[in-house]
Structure formats: structure tokens, C-alpha cells
């Protein structure tokens, strides 16, 4: 008997207004009949072959009560007849006394024992992709839907809220990453308008307002890799902060910790996320431009902290942009005497379309300090952004001639590179 499982209504492709009712129908599955005794032994063997649908049970009573046994029931992708089962299952149920002869059982499926890309295949234009992948950045999904995709994407948001637990909030974002602020603008395509989020990343805890902030729950791995080179009375100086997650899990540490962000809103968060953490007392936060925070706060710190034995990491995680602060270093302390030790280690992040996107990020961050980096610094793939483009972090021990240059040197450095340099920050920016 042909199942007619996934065969959803043809009514449903093109909805653009969730119907839940329309995905009804009656369906007919392969089954088992499993004596009482043995059952729980055959659903084990047969784990690969019974049904798996949200909400449908596997095993269900025999039409004759007084038979003693269950009607196991099938996936009819993989059981279509007796000799469907592999040599371990079939020789498994006649250990067991089970015959193998199929028998068909009747249920009806709803709109609730749909997977959430069967639901959209049938609705979305067929042909074309569909988008079940999103962002958790706590009860909000963030989604990057395609132009085909806009039509139905009521339809999408809805599917998604029903069939992820704990979601309660869909999101589309409608425009790139490109303001002085780093957020975007969003709208919701289903349920409670609410973006303030709480998440929790290795093992700290953030809130913020995920329409006014930035944050990228992909980037978790990265921000524990950078941390956990930092050491107990170290100083680490955050250029573009956030809401604090390298800053505060430093900070959770033993760090000693300067951070900065120009958005109101990012400082805000920061300051409360802090306290939440109970590091405040180990932050220092800052709102200002990036520029003006290397070239004040961290300068009045640095000249100091370079006669110290402990490590200062500057981290600068804009990657449209940060590459190009890197000259703001340059004669930063031509006031103080040179020094060879305790130099300040650089994480600065960029995006590259190149071939070669580490010798782009060395050469662009060279042009940017005036001064080669080639053999003087490690570049950590971070992650794949957008076909073609990579997010990526150069890391290097800050130069002295560039931090100590005299005003003449830095001009020199800065006048001979400049057609490059033009080039380099005409790229894109992007999220």
C-alpha cells in the first residue's frame, strides 16, 4: 500500500497567512503486530524503522484488545515491505516471534506533527530554497530571508515560533550592518514585540536590546579563544566593546579591564551587564569614538603598564572598520622613551574578499600602522561570513617604532603607503 505521508495538500503552497487546519489529512503507515511481552525490546531494535513525528506515538492498541499485543508503528520512507528490514532487524524479530508481515494503520496528521521545513516546502514557490535556519540570541530568531521569501514571511516567522520551544519573538533583518552604531534595522514577523534578551555564553550572563545593540551568537567560540589568553593582572583594553563579551568573561579572570563604545545604548548595556556579573569593580568603561579612546584613555594607561610584568591586549573587534583605527597607535607615546618590553599585544578583526585572506589582512593592516607586519604577526580564521568573504583576526605584538615614531617618522610612514591605503578602506562595509 503507497503511504500518503508526505504527500502535504496541494491548497497550502503559496500561503501567505499561517492556516494551521489546512495541513490536516488522514494517513496510512505501515506497522508491526508485537506481543506485550517483547515489545520494548523490538521498539529498541527497530529504533531506525519506527515512526519519528512530533507528537504521533510509535506504538498504539490492536484493534483486538484481547489479542496481547501492540501495532508497532513504521516509517514508511524506510518500510515499505517485509523485506525493507535489515538482516540485524528481521533476525532480531524472529528471536522475538515477531512475524514480519506489514499491517496499515490509519491516523490523521496535523499541522503540529510537521518538521518545520516540511511545512515550508510546501508552502514557499517549489523550486525554490527554503529558509529554516535562524539565530537564537534568547527568545528572539533572526532571520536573513531572501526577496523570494518575503512574501510568505509571515508564514516563516509563525512556523518557526511553533516549532522551537522557548522562542517567542521571529525576526527579519531588512539592511546591512552599516551604521555608526553597529545595529540593524528589523521587523517582526511573529510574535511579542519585546527585544530586550538575556543569553548566557560561556557561561556569563548578557542582557541587552537586540534592536539597538550588536551581537553575534556565532562569534562564542571566538570571543573564548581570545579570553583565555589573557592572564590573572593582565590589562586588556576593548576598543569596540559591545555589551562586554570579551571584556567580562576577561574580567571574571583577574583582568584588568578598559572598555569602550561609542553606541549609548552598547555602553549602557555594558555598564548593567557588568554589574549583573559583579565585575564592575574591575571594568572601567568608556563612551567614546575608537579613535579617541586609544588616543585618551589607553594612552594615559599604556605609558605605565609598559613598565609593568604583566600583559596589555588591545582588542578591536569592528571588523568593517577597525583595520583603519590601527594608525591612531602610531607615535602614540613618541613622548616617552622607547621600550622593548611588555610591548601591548593586538587582536584587531577585519573582513576579506580576497583569494588570499590573510596575506590581505597583513598587508592592509601594515598600510594602516605605516609599518610591515610580514613574519611578525599570526592571522585566526574566525569564520565564513558570506560566500566569498571571511571574518578574520590579526594578531601582533604592537611595534615599538610605530608606538614610539616622532611626529616627522609617523608623517613619512603615513604620506608613502597612501594610494594603497585609499584602496584598502574603499572595501565594503558590511555585518
Known amino acids: 500500500m503507497e503511504s500518503k505521508l508526505y504527500r502535504l495538500p496541494t491548497e497550502v503552497r503559496g500561503m501567505t497567512s499561517l492556516d494551521k487546519d489546512a495541513f490536516t489529512q488522514d494517513i496510512t503507515v505501515p506497522a508491526l503486530r508485537v506481543p506485550t511481552g517483547v515489545l520494548n525490546k523490538v521498539v529498541k531494535c527497530l529504533r531506525k524503522s519506527t515512526i519519528q513525528r512530533p507528537g504521533l506515538p510509535r506504538v498504539v492498541q490492536d484493534k483486538d484488545e484481547n489479542s496481547g499485543c501492540r501495532l508497532v508503528l513504521l ?12 538482516e540485524d532487524e528481521a533476525e532480531a524479530l524472529r528471536s522475538f516471534g515477531v512475524t514480519e508481515e506489514l499491517h496499515y494503520y490509519e ?9 518545520t521545513e516540511e511545512v515550508l516546502e510546501a508552502v514557499l514557490p517549489q523550486g525554490q530554497d527554503v529558509t529554516s535556519g535562524f539565530s537564537r540570541v534568547g527568545h528572539i530568531a533572526h532571520m536573513n530571508l531572501r526577496d523570494h521569501q518575503l512574501p510568505h514571511k509571515n508564514v516563516i516567522g509563525q512556523v518557526i515560533m511553533d516549532k522551537n520551544p522557548g522562542i517567542t519573538c521571529v525576526v527579519n533583518k531588512i539592511n546591512i550592518i552599516d551604521s555608526t552604531y553597529r545595529n540593524f534595522k528589523m521587523e517582526v514577523l511573529a510574535g511579542e514585540e519585546n527585544m530586550v534578551a538575556k543569553v548566557k555564553e560561556n557561561g556569563v550572563t548578557y542582557e ?6 550588536y551581537w553575534n551568537s556565532r562569534l562564542s567560540t571566538e570571543h573564548q579563544r581570545v579570553v583565555q589568553l589573557v592572564k590573572r593582572g593582565d590589562t586588556v583594553f576593548d576598543v569596540f566593546a559591545g555589551v562586554g563579551p570579551f571584556a567580562i568573561p576577561a574580567a571574571r579572570l583577574g583582568a584588568n579591564i578598559c572598555a569602550n563604545d561609542l553606541n549609548p545604548e552598547s555602553y549602557k548595556w555594558l555598564q548593567y551587564n557588568c554589574k549583573l556579573n559583579k565585575v564592575e569593580g574591575q571594568v572601567r568603561t568608556f563612551n ?5 579612546f586609544i588616543q585618551g584613555p589607553l594612552k594615559q594607561e599604556l605609558h605605565v603598564l609598559l613598565k609593568g610584568d604583566t600583559s596589555v591586549h588591545i582588542v578591536m573587534n569592528l571588523p568593517a572598520l577597525a583595520l583603519e583605527f590601527l594608525d591612531a597607535f602610531r607615535g602614540l607615546l613618541q613622548q616617552e622613551p622607547p621600550c622593548d618590553q611588555n610591548l601591548p599585544i593586538v587582536h584587531c578583526y577585519g573582513f576579506s574578499k580576497e583569494d588570499d585572506p590573510e596575506a590581505d589582512m597583513v598587508r592592509r593592516a601594515s598600510l594602516s600602522l605605516g609599518f610591515p607586519l610580514e613574519e611578525k604577526c599570526s592571522v585566526h580564521f574566525v569564520r565564513n561570513v558570506a560566500p566569498n568573504k571571511d571574518m578574520m583576526c590579526v594578531k601582533f605584538t604592537l611595534p615599538k617604532e610605530v608606538l614610539f615614531c616622532s611626529n616627522e617618522e609617523c ?7 597612501a594610494s594603497k591605503r585609499q584602496k584598502c578602506e574603499d572595501s565594503p562595509h558590511s555585518a
Open 288 to 292: 567614546l569614538d575608537g579613535r579617541a
Open 208 to 213: 541587552f536590546d537586540f534592536s539597538r545593540v
Open 411 to 417: 608623517k613619512e610612514t603615513a604620506d608613502e603607503p
Open 75 to 86: 516509517d514508511p520512507r524506510r518500510v515499505t515491505s517485509a523485506s525493507s528490514f535489515s
Open 107 to 115: 491516523l490523521k496528521l496535523t499541522y503540529d506533527n510537521l518538521k
